[in-house]
């Protein structure tokens, strides 16, 4: 059971990621109070379900009551709008109306929003991004999100989706690849992988790979070159980026974020080579919670 003192009630958040859906409940400010998660189920239909029993939980463990409206983040590509779950290879479904079922469900008006604008949003409200940046989550793939004094830019339901911009492989030299296949966190250990079989755990991801590079010794080669180009590629993408936009702040989040200020140090200096104005760069502070904070601040501040 939890216990809160003189919080009239608490906000719940829930952030359905690719293994778990986690839920939490949180104040105003963003103090989180409780959390909750679940394996993330195949299909539209099984994640409402899931969603509703977590919620069911959190309702029966609170002591307090909960806010009366609830924001869901979820992956791929959502229309926000209507409340439709566009689009998820990953997670089984297709044009599937899940703001509609989940308020079936609960009983309760949903607001269903897209995970990397609910981090930038959670970010900017409880973390490290200023109210105007871009905000890039950088883990198993590449998305991206802008603020724009607080408010999301999002003019078109497929707005974001840098990860699949194609770009020269650095590794097979006249082929092009998606951006994340190139430095997405996750895409920092499959292509050290390449370079060297079985060296890194079958789970491994950035982190392991700058770990060995700075440790030195044997497969620091292998893992220089691929931070050194897997950098230099994300540096021409974010010069590009803010070409576009201005020099406005980037924050890193997702698992590249957790590099925190030597990643700082060494995008600075790539982006001093590539543009004339670069822009400043920053590290999520949030953590694996941002999404589900974003979806706290959204219930908040949004009339659905």
Known sequence: MIEVMDISSLICGIDVGGTSIKAIVADSAGEIHGTWSAPTPHGGA??????????TTIRTETSIPLHPRLCVAVPGIVDEASGTAVLSVNLGWEDYPMRA?????????????????????GEARFGAAPATCIYLPIGTGIASAVLVDGAILSPHLWTGEVGQVPTPD???????????????????????EELKPHFL????GANEVFRL??????????????????????ADAIAAW??????????IGGGLGKEGA????????????????PAPILTASLGSLSQALGTVAMALDKDF
Do not use: N, W
Not at 201 to 204: E, G, V
Not at 242 to 251: E, F, R, W, Y
């Open 46 to 55: 099984a994640v409402v379900r899931a969603i509703t029993e977590l919620v």
């Open 170 to 192: 650095p590794d097979h030299p006249g082929q092009r690849v998606a951006l994340e296949k190139i430095c997405s966190a996750k895409a920092f250990a499959t292509r050290f």
């Open 101 to 121: 079922q989940l308020a079936e469900a609960l009983h309760m008006p949903v607001y269903l929003m897209q995970d990397a604008r609910a981090g930038a949003y």
């Open 242 to 251: 803010t070409a576009l936009l201005g020099p406005i702040p980037v924050v």
């Open 213 to 234: 590079r700075d440790a030195g010794g044997e497969g620091s080669a292998e893992a220089h070159r691929v931070i050194e180009t897997g950098l230099a590629t994300l």
């Open 201 to 204: 755990p079958i789970d491994a």
């Open 262 to 277: 030597p990643l700082v140090t060494e995008l600075t200096a790539l982006l001093a080579e590539r543009s004339y104005m």
